[in-house]
DNA sequence: ATGTGC
């Protein structure tokens, strides 16, 4: 991206005035290096975005983000219902509520030493990954409407996962509103023996240890010590979210002119909040959240009973769950006024600081854990939400490495194979059921993690906690 | 991201 288009607010701000249609400035969060390497999509999408009806505040850009169908990945829109505001389908994502989630184990590096390659193994057995991929629950159409309302409540009441972790997934692994009658068969057929899958593409389940901490106290109350093991789950909601994201994405571009919207990019799809279109959508996208939170208490589940097998003395508990790709309903102040907006977060995360009465009350002191999934073989971070980011960006961070190359251009540059032996010589395990998908996720195609989250730590968006260094990767 | 797409 060329810096003479945009203002620098401070080593780590960028600005966009509004111009032509836009509403509202647009805002970029990176330092120098990250945005002379963003693609110039980046800053056309963000200005769009800006022009959205009923856009509050600004249009932002995390430090991972880049190109992504109408909204980039690592864009951040909130907007305002009373205002005319939009809810778009292009805004959060074809894999509705995508995210991650650490949990410790108890156990240290010499803990599972002798018994590395056979977690790893067994893991991969166990966990289900790859495209089209399914797992052994089936569900019938009453268990599918009742797992979309309940999420992952609903998963433990079936005996997958346990009630103590509800308490660390957001908005305690159940999101309201969930309308499972505005979810199409099809999306629903799609994920019938989906559930506890891992998915394909940058989704993975980690095994990492804890190499620094930055923060004492944080990482006391999140239960991160230096030499300690996490596992770490990223995935979403599979077939159905993607059906969903697909069948409103195009239900929304043909609603838009009777909606009187003149869409500056027909993939930025949108209708407005109070619609009957933009209610069932956000029915349908809140049934495909929970049907994510759903899909990774059974991955858990299957976690602990490999663990259980493998390595008996540990103990996994969750540290937090969050989600990627979404569209909340959050109340902030805007121009001293107390508002309910509905706040777009695609490949961001959300980022609650200390006192934020979402949180669960053991952690609302210290505020929100924010995992930071880095790229297949490099290291992942933990974060905590802060304060400031309450004003700076709807309590938004970054929420990985991002792409710095194309899929396609990754797998023409690298071999899957010869991939996995380079990183089992660093001491990084990989299991995958697809070589190309291995080449695709090569850590040479992604921006440079540390740097993303420095940045979005110097930028105040949270603050850095702990790293970790990925032992095993189950990649899909 | 995806019962992948050139």
């Not at 009658?181 to 019938?192: D, F, G, I, L, T």
């Not at 697809?434 to 979005?456: F, H, I, L, N, Q």
Request: with cysteine; hydrophobic share 40%.
């Amino acid at each position: 991206m060329d810096l003479a288009r945009l203002q620098q607010a401070s080593a780590v701000e960028w600005r966009i005035g509004p111009h032509g249609r836009m509403r509202v400035p647009a805002v970029i969060f990176a330092d120098e290096d990250l945005v002379r390497q963003m693609d110039d999509k980046v800053y056309e999408q963000i200005t769009h975005v800006a022009a959205l009806p009923g856009i509050v505040q600004a249009a932002y850009a995390m430090p991972d983000a880049h190109w992504g169908y109408g909204f980039p990945i690592g864009g951040v829109a909130a907007f305002d219902a009373d205002e005319g505001g939009v809810v778009s389908a292009g805004g959060v994502g074809f894999d509705i509520s995508c995210g991650v989630r650490t949990l410790h184990t108890g156990l240290t590096v010499a803990d599972i030493a002798p018994v590395k390659q056979k977690l790893a193994d067994r893991l991969f057995a166990s966990i289900p990954a790859g495209v089209g991929s399914s797992g052994k629950l089936r569900l019938n159409s009453v268990d599918m409407d009742a797992m979309l309302r309940g999420g992952a409540c609903w998963a433990v009441e079936r005996g997958y996962g346990s009630p103590a972790d509800l308490e660390r997934i957001e908005e305690r692994g159940c999101v309201a509103g969930a309308a499972p009658e505005h979810v199409s068969e099809a999306a629903k057929r799609r994920q019938r023996d989906e559930l506890g899958t891992l998915g394909s593409g940058n989704h993975y389940l980690e095994l990492q240890e804890v190499t620094q901490i930055y923060d004492v106290p944080a990482a006391d109350r999140f239960r991160l010590r230096v030499g300690e093991l996490v596992v770490s789950i990223h995935c979403g909601s599979r077939g159905l979210g993607h059906q969903i994201g697909t069948e409103f994405l195009k239900a929304m571009v043909l609603a838009a002119p009777a909606h009187g919207i003149d869409l500056p990019d027909r993939e930025l799809a949108c209708a407005p909040i109070d619609s009957a279109l933009g209610q069932s959508y956000l029915g349908a996208m809140r049934a495909a959240t929970n049907c994510a939170l759903a899909n990774r208490e059974v991955i858990t589940h299957l976690v602990r009973q490999v663990f259980a097998d493998v390595v008996p003395d540990s103990h996994l508990a969750l540290v937090y769950d969050v989600s990627h790709n979404t569209c909340k309903q959050e109340s902030y102040t805007v121009d001293g006024k107390a508002k309910r907006l509905y706040v777009h977060r695609k490949g961001a995360t959300r980022a609650f600081g200390p006192g934020h009465p979402g949180l669960p009350p053991e952690l609302r002191d210290i505020g929100q854990p924010v995992i930071v999934g880095g790229s297949m073989g490099t290291a992942s971070y933990i974060l905590v939400g802060t304060e400031a980011s309450h004003q700076l960006a709807f309590s938004s961070a970054c929420h990985g490495a991002g792409r710095a190359m194309s899929r396609h251009q990754a797998s023409r540059t690298w071999h899957g194979r010869a991939l996995v032996d380079e990183l089992a010589a660093q001491g990084v395990l990989i299991r995958s059921p697809s070589s190309r998908g291995v080449a695709e996720e090569a850590p040479g195609a992604y921006k440079d993690v540390r740097a993303v989250v420095d940045a979005a730590d110097r930028a105040g968006l949270a603050r850095k906690v702990a790293r970790l260094r990925p032992l095993v990767c189950i990649k899909g």
